[in-house]
């Protein structure tokens, strides 16, 4: 019996990623925006039939693991980094990805996620211009 592939292209220019059940853009590269740019392009995006995206979430901040579990084993934090070789995204960029988490106690700093080698890190909200890659489902 032939193993289920990690990511689905639904061909309708998304990817469902069966480790999380979260669905991506199949474009991984949205942009380069500041935070408060990012969120509102995000929730105010309609494609691919979907209206509700927005930006990922990522673990450090507390919130559920997203942005920081693609391209992990079996889409979990602590393992190792598999990049994005060998996945039917389309253009995804090696820096800076936002985050919509916010770092614990700050309304002026996001976490991000450079998917380079999947390092997280946090920036200014304003100020940075960093990749979008809207996602949809979990949370």
């Not at 930006?55 to 693609?70: F, I, Q, R, Y």
């Not at 934090?77 to 106690?105: C, H, I, M, R």
Request: net charge negative.
């Amino acid at each position: 019996m032939p193993m289920e592939s990690r990511y689905i292209d639904n061909e309708d220019g998304t990817v469902t990623d069966n480790a999380t059940g979260l669905m991506w853009t199949k474009k991984a590269n949205h942009g380069l925006m500041t935070w408060s740019d990012a969120v509102a392009y995000c929730d105010n995006l309609m494609t691919n039939g979907y209206c509700d995206w927005r930006l990922p979430l990522v673990a450090h901040g507390g919130g559920k693991a997203e942005l920081d579990a693609l391209f992990r084993a079996n889409g979990n934090p602590p393992e190792a980094w598999e990049g994005s070789e060998e996945t039917p995204f389309d253009g995804v960029q090696d820096t800076y990805y936002w985050s919509s988490t916010s770092l614990a106690n700050s309304d002026v700093y996001a976490w991000v996620v450079n998917m380079s080698n999947g390092y997280v890190n946090y920036f200014l909200k304003t100020f940075n211009f960093h990749c979008v890659w809207p996602v949809r489902g979990g949370q």
